[in-house]
């Protein structure tokens, strides 16, 4: 599965302190054999944010590629649940004691937690999970969609109809996640699966991109430079830096260059063959 992974999808991952910060509290990894990227935008005192998102990105990366190295993450739980999801949800949750025990023992880091976007490519879908208000989009044939749902108050707010869409842009309380990780003792991880095509564009991006840059400006920066996916990274937080970079902004872009099916065993092309 590996390599044709890293044939089937181009990746670039980038965070910058922007403008104001004086240092840098998102963490980001990405890993094209695997087809897993991570993005985490951490949150409290000092370096404690930059402590929850290292912790984040760090734990989650190692123990998913070892899950995936012992079980495709392709094959299913005996409840019938893909095992990519049962995963996930086992190691964020292992991810979200390790930060809060650490924020519980060390003052130093007391309350600390981190926002979480990951996606994970394998056969021919992404399976994406999120905690807060770190974002994944999609860019397929012209149309840029929102994939995820900020866990966020504002969002709230925009659901309950208490303020528009075009509102919450302008609003005071962008910054207040309604989850995160590392926070609480529990934390609930919401996945879902999505259809991939070649040709497809996703984003991972922290606040600090979507709050300085609208998203039509996101959307025609990849259609003008999708041909180059470090241009387009650099220049999109170039972009974010020059409206005020009031964060720190990171962006993971994966592009789809061609199909990702499953590798099937020589038994399962038998017994298809036999069908």
Request: hydrophobic share 40%; with cysteine; aromatic share 6%.
């Amino acid at each position: 599965m590996a390599s044709s992974l890293s044939e089937a999808l181009e990746i670039v991952v980038k965070t910058d302190p922007g403008m104001v910060r004086s240092h840098n509290e998102d963490s980001v990894f990405g890993n094209p054999h695997g087809g897993l990227v991570i993005l985490a935008d951490g949150m409290g005192g000092y370096n404690a944010g930059e402590v929850a998102s290292g912790m984040a990105t760090t734990v989650l990366s190692t123990e998913l590629d070892a899950a995936f190295q012992a079980r495709s993450p392709d094959a299913e739980t005996d409840d019938g649940v893909s095992y990519a999801h049962t995963a996930i949800r086992a190691l964020v949750t292992k991810t979200n004691s390790a930060i809060f025990n650490a924020a519980e023992s060390q003052p130093q880091y007391a309350g600390m937690g981190t926002t979480l976007v990951l996606a994970l490519f394998h056969d021919n879908k992404v399976t994406a999970a999120h905690i807060g208000d770190s974002r994944l989009y999609r860019m397929r044939d012209g149309n840029f969609e929102q994939l995820t749902r900020d866990h966020s108050l504002l969002q709230e707010q925009i659901d309950a109809g208490m303020i528009s869409a075009e509102d919450a842009r302008h609003s005071q309380n962008k910054n207040l996640v309604t989850r995160a990780l590392g926070v609480d003792p529990e934390v609930e991880t919401e996945i879902h699966d999505h259809d991939v095509l070649p040709g497809d564009i996703y984003l991972l991006c922290s606040d600090g991109l979507n709050d300085m840059v609208e998203d039509e400006e996101t959307a025609l920066t990849l259609q003008a430079l999708g041909a180059n996916l470090e241009l387009a990274a650099t220049q999109l937080i170039q972009m974010a830096n020059d409206n005020g970079g009031r964060d720190n902004v990171s962006v993971i872009l994966v592009k789809v260059l061609r199909e990702f099916p499953a590798a099937t065993s020589w038994w399962q092309k038998l017994l298809n063959w036999f069908k």
